[in-house]
């Protein structure tokens, strides 16, 4: 690995962790599956994937240091979300299909914001699976744990609508980008505006 490569997942990472430590008390807002994302998006799939472990390891940690209690058997399903996450930012950053609008970077995230809810309730169902009460428990964690997923959609449509902004700002802040992409980008973000008015 790179020493690039390594800094970019250490510093993401971080920030991710910190970011979520700050909306703790807030249920089911995170910044981690955005930070993920945004690493796949901008620095490739590899790259995704291992902000996606270092991430969750790292949550981990500092979570159950915070609030106590080890995540247990829903440990792998998040590192395999978050990995999956970052692997996801980068696939769909290529020359044949590319997130670009407000709209498309929101609706990916209201995506992940339900499918994390749904996989980790698979992997607390699990739990039950030796007494036949996978589908009970799945089914009544899902009911009941609805609020909390509306929650996570809705943080997550709202904060993966700044993604173009976030990506804008590190692409002209590593001189990747020429003054007629600046202009473009400024444009749809306008136009983004207007509809939206």
Known sequence: MKLNDFSIIV???????????????LPNIETITYTVFLVGFLYGKKNGILTGITISIGWEIVATMIMGGFSGIIFPFKIIFWAFTGFLGGV???KHFKLEKIIEFASIGAFL????????????????????????????KLIFGAPFTVAHVIGNLILFSSM???????????????TSQIEKMKKEQKNYEDTTR
Do not use: C, H, K
């Not at 996989?119 to 030796?130: E, H, K, R």
């Open 92 to 94: 769909l950053n290529n």
């Open 164 to 178: 173009p902004m976030v990506i804008r700002a590190i692409i002209i802040s590593e001189n990747r980008i020429d």
């Open 11 to 25: 510093s993401f990472s971080a920030a991710g962790i910190a970011t979520s430590l700050i909306l703790i008390f």
């Open 113 to 140: 914001g339900l499918m994390y809810d749904l996989w980790v309730t698979v992997g607390i169902a699990l739990m039950f699976l030796n007494q036949n009460a996978f589908w009970v428990i799945f089914i009544s």
